[in-house]
């Protein structure tokens, strides 16, 4: 199920489980090692399978934003509802698109994720 589908099916009265089927329940258990088929989401970096265990946050925005079926099926399988839900808060790299999406699906409150409030611009004037 892609992001898309996630976001096409919507919230319907609760939020889904605190226990995906298959999943991990503490936040702070290590990542599974990322499979090859991934390496094409990771263009900028260096890939290595370990990728998930040292930088867990980047790699799961990065799946969210980016993956598609077999990414988002892999984290909703080896992901805590609890950790997503922070990484869905906390990341500024996700698009407003997929950051209402993901909030819909998790029951976040928009006014809980970064990526959703206003940037920090400086005034014109500050340069002048």
């Given amino acids: 199920m892609c992001t898309y589908h996630i976001c096409r099916a919507g919230r319907v009265d609760a939020p889904p489980p605190a226990r995906y089927p298959g999943g991990v329940t503490a936040g702070s258990e290590p990542l599974p090692p990322l499979p090859e088929s991934f390496r094409e989401l990771f263009w900028e970096v260096d890939f290595r399978p370990d990728l ?43 698009r407003r698109t997929t950051a209402h999406c993901w909030a819909n699906y998790l029951g976040i409150p928009l006014e809980e994720i970064e990526c959703l409030k206003t940037p920090s611009l400086l005034p014109s004037s500050s340069f002048a």
């Fill in 52 to 94: 998930s265990q040292t930088h867990p946050e980047y790699v799961l925005a990065r799946l969210l934003e980016h993956g598609g079926d077999a990414a988002v099926s892999w984290v909703l399988r080896h992901v805590a509802r609890e950790r997503l839900v922070d990484v869905v808060r906390s990341s500024r790299s996700l």
